[in-house]
């Protein structure tokens, strides 16, 4: 009898001891071929804005290092919240992610209520990119210098107007804290995302934007629209001729636009590893690095729970911005 038990005890192991290989051997399987599939990344603005300038460079990369395909769906509406929300409700298994931005830190303070919750809902991954917000303007509506310009907007308060991505986006709090802190008043007028903004500030139809560098580089280079300031105490080395906010009487104003990867909250962690691996290896890639100093913007190379502690951050930040310009929805 104790021979009996001895040899199911030892049955009992060998098993045990089989399956606990046979999965350790999956995880590993599964970390190391995803993906294995295309992989779609929602882009909650209209093709054209500042999150498609870092998301295409960012897809094209990843497509060739991975030899799958990163496929970008471009949802906008009410001012990126309607991607957001798509993204979250999409299944945790490593094929649908989410390219988001500053907009969705900022969105918790200006909008009642969201069918999302930014740090409920997701699992943070990395921060792409960062890049300074630049005051742009239609050199044929006004000046193309800053005090010129500055003199023209305070000798007619609410005549001239600045486009955004949407009310409750960077592009309009970057408006509101600029009239905060110059004691101006500009009309602001929201457009479903950054691109469609541009475009009209491109035909002369608003008078200037409050942009992120990315989105505005080819169109200031181009000619198009013209660069009074980039905020922040430093001038940008893609535009050494930009003055920046400190110089221009405005130390206060530091406003950087943002762009962040998460994935549904649930799904794996050993899928998220593999994708923070595709992030680090597609930025110090020389493609990636030359697009990024082409348009201005850095890799803060934050990721996993340092990215998620930055997030909850400027979500604190933000509110208070809201609360102390006391912007609200157009």
Same mark, same amino acid.
């Given at each position: 009898?104790?021979?009996?038990?001895? @040899?199911?005890?030892?049955?009992?192991?060998?098993?045990?001891?089989?399956?606990?290989?046979?999965? &350790?051997?999956?995880?590993?399987?599964?970390?190391?071929?995803?993906?294995?599939?295309?992989?779609?990344?929602?882009?909650?603005?209209?093709?054209?804005?500042?999150? /498609?300038?870092?998301?295409?460079? &960012?897809?094209?990369?990843?497509?060739? +290092?991975?030899?799958?395909?990163?496929?970008?769906? @471009?949802?906008?509406?009410?001012?990126?919240?309607?991607?957001?929300?798509?993204?979250?409700?999409?299944?945790?298994?490593?094929?649908?992610?989410?390219?988001?931005? %500053?907009?969705?830190?900022?969105?918790?303070?200006?909008?009642?209520?969201? /069918?999302?919750?930014?740090?409920?809902?997701?699992?943070?991954?990395?921060?792409?990119?960062?890049?300074?917000?630049?005051?742009?303007? @239609?050199?044929?509506?006004?000046?193309?210098?800053?005090?010129?310009?500055?003199?023209?907007?305070?000798?007619?308060?609410?005549?001239?107007?600045?486009?955004?991505?949407?009310?409750?986006?960077?592009?309009?709090?970057?408006?509101?804290?600029?009239?905060? +802190?110059?004691?101006?008043?500009?009309?602001?007028?929201?457009?479903?995302?950054?691109?469609?903004?541009?475009?009209?500030?491109?035909?002369?139809? %608003?008078?200037?934007? &409050?942009?992120?560098?990315?989105?505005?580089? +080819?169109?200031?280079?181009?000619?198009?629209?013209?660069?009074?300031? %980039?905020?922040?105490?430093?001038?940008?080395?893609? &535009?050494?001729?930009?003055?920046?906010?400190?110089?221009?009487?405005?130390?206060?104003?530091?406003?950087?636009?943002?762009?962040?990867?998460?994935?549904?909250?649930?799904?794996?962690?050993?899928?998220?590893?593999?994708?923070?691996?595709?992030?680090?290896?597609?930025?110090?890639?020389?493609?990636?690095?030359?697009?990024?100093?082409?348009?201005?913007?850095?890799?803060? @190379?934050?990721?996993?729970? +340092?990215?998620?502690?930055?997030?909850?951050?400027?979500?604190?930040?933000?509110?208070?911005?809201?609360?102390?310009?006391?912007?609200?929805?157009?």
């Amino acid at each position: 009898m104790h021979q009996l038990k001895s @040899n199911t005890s030892r049955r009992h192991w060998m098993t045990m001891t089989v399956a606990a290989c046979a999965s &350790f051997n999956f995880g590993a399987i599964a970390q190391s071929t995803w993906p294995t599939k295309p992989v779609t990344m929602i882009v909650p603005f209209p093709a054209g804005g500042g999150t /498609d300038a870092f998301a295409r460079p &960012f897809s094209a990369q990843f497509s060739k +290092q991975s030899g799958k395909t990163l496929v970008i769906d @471009n949802r906008g509406g009410a001012g990126g919240n309607l991607g957001a929300g798509i993204a979250s409700k999409a299944a945790p298994d490593g094929y649908t992610l989410f390219m988001g931005a %500053v907009h969705h830190s900022i969105a918790p303070s200006m909008y009642p209520k969201l /069918d999302y919750d930014l740090e409920r809902d997701f699992v943070p991954l990395a921060l792409v990119a960062s890049v300074p917000h630049v005051l742009v303007v @239609n050199p044929k509506n006004m000046p193309g210098d800053f005090k010129a310009f500055m003199e023209m907007v305070r000798s007619k308060p609410g005549k001239f107007n600045y486009g955004s991505a949407g009310g409750g986006t960077s592009h309009h709090l970057a408006g509101e804290l600029f009239k905060l +802190q110059s004691k101006t008043f500009i009309t602001h007028i929201p457009y479903r995302g950054s691109g469609p903004a541009l475009q009209d500030l491109i035909a002369g139809n %608003v008078d200037m934007m &409050f942009d992120g560098l990315g989105s505005s580089a +080819q169109h200031i280079k181009g000619g198009r629209i013209k660069a009074l300031m %980039v905020s922040g105490n430093k001038r940008n080395p893609a &535009f050494p001729d930009v003055p920046c906010a400190a110089e221009l009487g405005l130390p206060d104003y530091n406003v950087n636009t943002w762009y962040g990867l998460w994935a549904p909250k649930g799904t794996p962690a050993d899928v998220q590893g593999r994708a923070i691996e595709e992030v680090r290896k597609a930025a110090a890639s020389e493609e990636i690095k030359a697009s990024w100093a082409n348009n201005g913007a850095d890799f803060p @190379n934050l990721t996993g729970a +340092q990215f998620g502690s930055f997030v909850s951050a400027e979500i604190k930040k933000w509110a208070a911005v809201v609360k102390a310009s006391g912007a609200k929805l157009d």
